[in-house]
């Protein structure tokens, strides 16, 4: 019979619906009916495409003895941690503190008060590698539960005044000048890895956000180890087994330091990152490399991730079918050279193991070999080798596919948005911007409610019931500024507006100017989370500092203007620091120092030739954070249009930075020296 979780909307927790646990989902009826039964709860966190927290569930959440032992001393609360980042951040970070690291699954106890007193993460079924097994953990908690309940009350109590002692050491209001950027930039030179690219060892993380503040470092200050540091790691991750060589799109991150295997899920928010990172690279750099990248990934999104209603699905699994029923990681993605000779015939076989780097010895697991580019001084026949590329794809879509979380995230369809206007526009593809549009259309008409309040997931065009968080609001603001200046459709500007006064309004700490994960209304956690630091994503604070600014930059707005300027205080104390970890707050604090320039580009009609040329030109400008207002003269789809008109009847574009404008020019030359210089 199936549990409390058969009518909730998350993949994750679907999953978990015929488990024999007696699941709830995160709710005050759990808490309510723990205090009622005098029993401890068990919070499992974790998400739809983690691969060992299908093996826990397979292990114990599967197994009738474990559940009969929970359901009799435990009331279990399933979380996923995609649909409640709130309270995945507050327990993670006592868990954290408590063990010193901290993952998925991850396995909380708490009081019938959500006071959290034993922590970990995964337990296996029998003990094993100096772990006790789970069923060792719940009967040690339930007897100190029933023996030692003063001794756990202590422990809570002690936990929950140790997390709230941990405020943040916010570094005041002030933002980064040149001096944090280039110790920011030192730091990084020193953590870079110059024989592999990217930042420390294994595993190795594709490091987007930092990419994109090396970019834009570069753009402002002509620093050339900047773009030397940004251009070969995405060419090594480019070449490497962490991006699929024939469909397109990146893993999650890579094992090795050498990127040549990965851990296989692929995660929205990484592709959306990392496509418009190489678009980004393109735009500054030319490279072909970047250009097929961008373009490839931005494919991989539209074909693989989209929804029926227009949104961006999660993620796609690590873990398929082998074939004979069971669920082993990367199947559908490594080859063997008999697999390459079955799909291709001898000779192309033995082409395509070259090309791909595919050994008889395996780079994988039982021989297989994840495929690459690697360095060679061979030269390859470009027909041939999209025919093996072709063939080896259409004989792969023949195995079983990854599970895809369909589930719609706000936050990281806001950066899909971003991504996809944005290479849509680079590289003459209106499809890809007509993807954005339909993914905006999505979050205003299901997650916007009537006072544009954000829902942070809906699943098959229905919204779930959890609030939007900080990064919810502040890169789904961000992806509308971006299609506002691809599209020229103000309405896009007019719904950050509406996004950015949420966050003023109920994010932001009125009197330090620090930001918080939760809005002033929110449910009340033991704590209310706040964190600034750029991981996978940028963090909500990152990314409302970024979204404010723009937004400020558009509207003259002094409010949005001075929050992005408080905000990234934060970036001012960390930069110098940790700047792998502050990588997004780091690219902001770049747009701040440039301006950021605002561009208004007026013209007859957005379908006059010369207007596009100019709009184009505006749209490439390296200029950190430059935002892009396009449309008739006079027209009032953006303050930036007003008093601007045509120059002898030609269209024309206007430069402003710091309240000074450059004389209009109608010369697209004249404003890519404009946007570049």
Not at 178 to 190: D, K, V
Not at 196 to 222: D, N, Q, W
Request: glycine share 10%; hydrophobic share 40%.
């Amino acid at each position: 019979m199936p549990n409390r979780l058969a009518h909730e909307t998350s993949p994750y927790l679907l999953q978990h619906a015929d488990n024999p646990v007696d699941w709830w989902p995160w709710s005050e009826e759990a808490f309510e009916e723990a205090r009622r039964s005098d029993r401890p709860v068990l919070l499992s966190v974790g998400y739809s495409s983690c691969h060992w927290c299908h093996v826990m569930a397979h292990e114990s959440f599967e197994d009738e003895a474990t559940a009969d032992f929970l359901n009799a001393h435990f009331v279990s609360v399933k979380v996923d941690r995609e649909e409640r980042p709130d309270v995945d951040a507050v327990y993670m970070e006592a868990v954290q503190a408590a063990t010193g690291q901290g993952g998925w699954p991850m396995t909380v106890f708490l009081t019938p008060e959500a006071e959290p007193f034993y922590f970990g993460t995964y337990f296996p079924p029998a003990p094993r590698h100096g772990m006790p097994s789970f069923r060792q953990v719940l009967e040690g908690v339930r007897s100190a539960w029933t023996d030692r309940r003063d001794e756990v009350a202590e422990v809570a109590g002690k936990i929950v005044r140790d997390l709230a002692g941990r405020e943040i050491s916010y570094g005041g209001t002030e933002s980064p000048g040149e001096q944090e950027l280039a110790q920011a930039l030192l730091g990084l030179t020193r953590e870079y890895d110059p024989q592999r690219g990217g930042f420390g060892g294994a595993p190795k993380f594709p490091p987007s956000m930092v990419i994109e503040f090396l970019l834009r470092h570069h753009a402002r200050t002509g620093a050339e180890g900047a773009l030397q540091m940004a251009s070969d790691t995405c060419e090594r991750m480019a070449r490497g087994g962490i991006y699929d060589q024939l469909g397109g799109g990146f893993a999650r991150y890579s094992v090795d330091r050498d990127w040549v295997v990965p851990h296989f899920e692929k995660m929205l928010y990484d592709n959306a990152l990392l496509c418009r990172v190489y678009a980004h690279l393109w735009r500054a750099t030319g490279s072909d490399l970047a250009r097929r990248v961008a373009l490839e990934t931005a494919d991989f999104m539209v074909r693989e991730l989209r929804t029926e209603q227009g949104g961006f699905a999660s993620a796609l699994d690590a873990d398929s079918d082998d074939g004979t029923g069971r669920h082993v990681e990367g199947v559908y993605y490594v080859w063997t050279p008999g697999q390459l000779r079955e799909a291709l015939g001898d000779d192309d076989a033995e082409l395509a193991a070259r090309y791909f780097g595919v050994t008889e010895e395996g780079t994988f697991e039982e021989g297989a070999s994840v495929l690459q580019l690697p360095q060679r001084d061979e030269v390859f026949d470009a027909g041939r080798i999209a025919s093996v590329r072709e063939r080896l794809l259409e004989r792969r879509s023949g195995r079983p596919a990854p599970g895809r979380d369909d589930k719609v995230v706000a936050a990281w369809n806001g950066l899909a948005i971003a991504a996809l206007a944005e290479t849509g526009a680079y590289f003459d593809r209106p499809d890809l911007v007509e993807a954005a549009v339909g993914a905006a259309d999505l979050l205003v008409r299901v997650h916007l409610d009537e006072q544009a309040r954000l829902t942070r997931t809906s699943k098959d065009g229905r919204a779930g019931v959890n609030a939007g968080v900080l990064e919810d609001y502040g890169d789904v603001a961000e992806g509308f500024l971006a299609l506002g200046s691809v599209t020229g459709e103000g309405v896009w500007l007019d719904f950050a507006g509406f996004l950015l006064d949420h966050v003023l309004a109920r994010f932001v700490d009125e009197e330090s100017g620090a930001l918080y994960d939760t809005a002033a209304d929110a449910e009340r956690l033991i704590r209310r989370p706040q964190d600034p630091t750029d991981n996978a994503v940028p963090s909500g604070w990152s990314a409302a500092a970024g979204a404010l600014l723009g937004y400020a930059a558009h509207t003259g707005s002094e409010p949005h203007r001075r929050a992005a300027e408080r905000a990234l205080g934060v970036v001012k104390a960390l930069g110098p620091r940790v700047p792998r970890f502050i990588g997004w707050g780091l690219a902001v604090a770049e747009a701040l120092l440039d301006g950021p320039r605002e561009v208004a580009v007026v013209g007859p009609s957005l379908s006059d030739e010369a207007t596009r040329a100019l709009h184009r030109t505006a749209l490439l400008g390296t200029a950190p954070g430059a935002v892009v207002a396009v449309g008739a003269a006079e027209s009032d789809e953006f303050p930036l249009l007003a008093d601007r008109p045509l120059q002898q009847g030609a269209p024309a574009a206007y430069v402003c930075r710091n309240f000074t404008c450059d004389a209009p020019t109608t010369d697209p030359e004249r404003l890519r020296e404009a946007l570049s210089s």
